[in-house]
């Protein structure tokens, strides 16, 4: 579990918009120091690294590998600080202002990497440290479906903003659902492809965290950011506002979509849907892989073993930057009358199903 006591990582927070912009990298870039090995179950080894020069505040990346996550899991010690049940691909943010550890000073260090009590494998590991980014960068990691029980579904990334202003936000899933959530800002549902921007009043560091299986379902969460640099061109935010979270084989159900412009204008808004599977029905009852309109009626597969598929809207007006939403619908295998609560819509009768909106913790 990651060790950081609240009073002081709230106290670290309220500090961080007034902290001087220091240089930082992408998370592309090279890491400045790496740590790598494979333990054996119930091994402990310690691992010399090197770091060039002084780190006020980092970012820990840590990949695990092990064939059974459920069970196969690392522990690592660096200063004193320690994380355990790490398994997948996660990060963290550590150092002086995200804790009472650190900062990382220039020279030689240990990290202590033990294999988890019940591990019945061999734990492969790599440990990178990286500066700070600064926009424009993208950052990317993975969950195991295990990884909330054990509590490690969320992700910890600090972000050095050069200056005050709307920075452009693209997040993807790959698998399972995600939320992502920026100090100051409500949480961004992720379902699939979806872009917002968001409003920074100072400059320095912010942090966000990415937080797994948004809609618990028990899945593992594939997860991608890009942050882009600050812009003075206005964009779009847009929501799917009304749709269902499940239908049965070739029925239908209704979505609708809202977008509005961050500048307070009023521009000529065009709403394009696409979906992962299914069709979406038009005014001549033709069925299309794509449509345009503020509101779209999408129809099932005829026929499919249960699959999740995903809603997705674009919004777009000319010199806005563009606005992206997605929704995922469950269309079963089994009886209709076994999906609760569902609404189903015949093609003849449409009904429209608000979704429950679900917090981040």
Not at 94 to 109: E, M
Not at 180 to 208: M, N, S, Y
Not at 245 to 268: K, M, R, T, Y
Request: proline residues 5%; glycine residues 8%.
């Amino acid at each position: 579990m990651r060790l950081k006591l609240s009073t002081a990582l709230l106290l670290g927070l309220l500090a961080l918009a007034l902290v001087s912009v220091r240089e930082a990298r992408s998370v592309a870039s090279s890491p400045l120091a790496t740590v790598s090995g494979t333990l054996n179950p119930g091994e402990t080894a310690d691992y010399g690294y090197t770091i060039a020069k002084d780190l006020d505040d980092c970012l820990l990346h840590v990949r695990v590998d092990a064939k059974a996550p459920e069970t196969d899991r690392l522990d690592i010690t660096i200063e004193g600080a320690t994380w355990t049940d790490l398994q997948g691909d996660w990060w963290d943010a550590w150092g002086a202002y995200a804790n009472d550890f650190g900062p990382l000073t220039a020279g030689d260090h240990i990290l202590t990497a033990t294999t988890s009590t019940d591990a019945v494998n061999q734990v492969t590991f790599t440990v990178e440290f990286y500066e700070i980014p600064a926009p424009p960068f993208t950052v990317e990691g993975r969950f195991a479906a295990e990884a909330p029980e054990f509590g490690m579904g969320i992700a910890y990334i600090h972000i050095n903003l050069p200056e005050a202003g709307e920075y452009p936000i693209s997040a993807n899933v790959n698998e399972g659902s995600y939320a992502v959530v920026f100090e100051a800002h409500d949480p961004i549902e992720v379902l699939g492809p979806t872009k917002r921007t968001l409003k920074f009043d100072e400059a320095g560091v912010w942090e966000f965290q990415v937080q797994a299986d948004l809609l618990g379902k028990g899945e593992a969460t594939a997860w991608s950011i890009t942050v882009g640099s600050a812009t003075s061109i206005p964009s779009l935010n847009v929501k799917i506002s009304e749709g269902c979270e499940g239908v049965g084989p070739g029925l239908s159900c209704v979505f609708h979509a809202e977008a509005s412009a961050n500048d307070g204008s009023q521009p000529d808004i065009q709403y394009n849907w696409t979906t992962t599977g299914g069709c979406f029905v038009t005014e001549t009852s033709e069925c299309v892989s794509t449509i345009l309109g503020q509101s779209a009626n999408w129809t099932a597969p005829g026929s499919s073993s249960e699959v999740t598929y995903r809603v997705t809207v674009e919004a777009t007006a000319s010199g806005y930057d563009s606005g992206m939403d997605s929704w995922p619908v469950v269309v079963p295998e089994f009886s209709l009358g076994s999906l609760a609560p569902v609404v189903l819509i015949v093609l003849t009768t449409t009904f429209v199903l608000t979704r429950k909106r679900r917090h981040s913790k």
